[in-house]
């Protein structure tokens, strides 16, 4: 064990020293042979004490692989989105219909995982996720789209049934900006704890990632996952 927090600490010394990927690979191979497989037995527990038992399993084992059995779909897809937001690989397998969610030998810093509760859809399945393609709402006028988009997110921040999610993506990206004025809708609607997700490939494309006032940047992958899930899409 402590070899592994030896090779962790070597590893996040050098991380952010562009040091080429193959040290990565190596280091992660090296854990691999030290860790040891921990179960997290979760089966009959309702959102959100997967998330907070998985959590403190992860801090509590930062080196090992851990097992986590779950017995209810919902759990599952939250502790899938818990652990794919934080960076940590994973395979899953439902078996005799008890979810099996195996953790790899991801890297990550433990102290930056995500406040778990967020994560929790159970008391939110009447609710849905909002989708922004563009920087203004219809087609015709810009400067009424733009006005009605406005609109929209003023009304949307203000609400009492919230959306779980807002993702954005192509021109939906750039509402994220600090050069918007519609940067200041989404902070209240995150600050309310609704998740901002924004399209990575979008905010390379336009080149703002330096001027992101909000959100948080995922792939295509994890979007299609939403936008297929059992939550109703609201687009503008």
Known sequence: MAYSRQLVVVYKSVRFAEEPLVLKEIVLFLLSLSSKMVEVNCIGQKCPMPLITTKKALIGNPNDTLCILLDNETSCSNLKTYLTDNGLEFSVEK?????????????????????EENY???????SYIVVLDSNEMGQGSMELGTILLKGFLSALSESDFLPAEVICYNKGVLLASSNTPFAGYLKVLEDKNVKITLCGTCVDYFGIKDELQVGKISNMMYILERLSSSFKIVKP
């Open 120 to 126: 929790c859809n159970s008391n939110l399945e009447r």
């Open 95 to 115: 078996v005799n219909g008890v979810f099996r969610i195996v953790t790899g030998n991801s890297i990550v810093q433990i102290e930056s995982l995500g406040n």
